[in-house]
Nanobody, 129 residues
Framework: QVQLAESGGGLVQTGGSLRLSCAAS????????MGWFRQGPGKERDFVAAISRNGGSTKYADSVKGRFTISRDNAKNTVYLQTNSLKPEDTAIYYCAARESTYWDGSSYYTRLYEYPYWGQGTQVTVSS
């Protein structure tokens, strides 16, 4: 199975930016579709962004569209989430997740928690007002 480790979180002011990284190990990274989710204080874990195994398809939650960008570097076994124009409501623990997909599903992305069997431990993002 694949192991995931997030990094890049921290404390930032409103309007600031952070680049989150998720490093994968253990299996062939390019076989996995990837996603980012977040869980704010007292809230459920919600979808943020997803990218297909071939990187050709992406999907964003409406709340982050135009501000966040998901990307992947299969040579570095890493998926990124560039977060710009951060708001206090973006404060959350950010998790990356992985789902093995077939070659024929190379352009598919996944947006639901139950679709991802593999999860990282999360990285805290705090946006001060």
């Amino acid at each position: 199975q694949v192991q995931l480790a997030e990094s890049g979180g921290g404390l930032v002011q409103t309007g600031g930016s952070l680049r989150l990284s998720c490093a994968a190990s253990g299996r062939t990274f390019s076989n996995y579709a990837m996603g980012w989710f977040r869980q704010g204080p007292g809230k459920e874990r919600d979808f943020v962004a997803a990218i297909s195994r071939n990187g050709g398809s992406t999907k964003y939650a409406d709340s982050v569209k135009g501000r966040f960008t998901i990307s992947r570097d299969n040579a570095k076994n890493t998926v990124y989430l560039q977060t710009n124009s951060l708001k206090p409501e973006d404060t959350a623990i950010y998790y990356c997740a992985a789902r093995e997909s077939t070659y024929w599903d190379g352009s598919s992305y996944y947006t639901r928690l139950y679709e991802y069997p593999y999860w990282g431990q999360g990285t805290q993002v705090t946006v001060s007002s």
